[in-house]
């Protein structure tokens, strides 16, 4: 038995916050990695959080839509002040590796999706 839509685009938002936590922490140091670019980025994750939804034309409330958009994108502000008081080379290495499996385990999720009989 599958999960169901709702539970698929939970555990991408999840993923998406571990993601830009960790990309965000890694930043530590980089005046240029807050810019346009990661804003933008960001920005677009919202699509592959909510597609499971879509795919099974499920239609989220207002508040489903607030509470995927902070477990998402929350943790890009923590990572931002957290990259603020930390500037370590290791730390950004060990952070980029979590990002990596961040978006490993959100491909893995979309596939998933895309492989279900519709």
Do not use: C, Y
């Amino acid at each position: 038995m599958g999960r169901s839509a709702r539970d698929v685009s939970d555990r991408v938002a999840d993923a998406a916050g571990d993601q830009n936590l960790a990309e965000d922490t890694a930043g530590a140091g980089d005046k240029d990695h807050h810019g346009d670019g990661r804003q933008r980025n960001n920005a677009t994750e919202g699509f592959g959080i909510v597609a499971p939804l879509a795919a099974e034309g499920e239609r989220p409330s207002w508040a489903t839509l607030l509470l995927l958009g902070l477990i998402g994108g929350g943790p890009t502000f923590l990572g931002t002040v957290v990259s603020q008081h930390i500037v370590n080379d290791t730390v950004s290495i060990a952070f980029l590796g979590l990002a990596a499996g961040s978006i490993l385990h959100v491909v893995i999720e979309l596939l998933a999706v895309a492989r279900r009989p519709h």
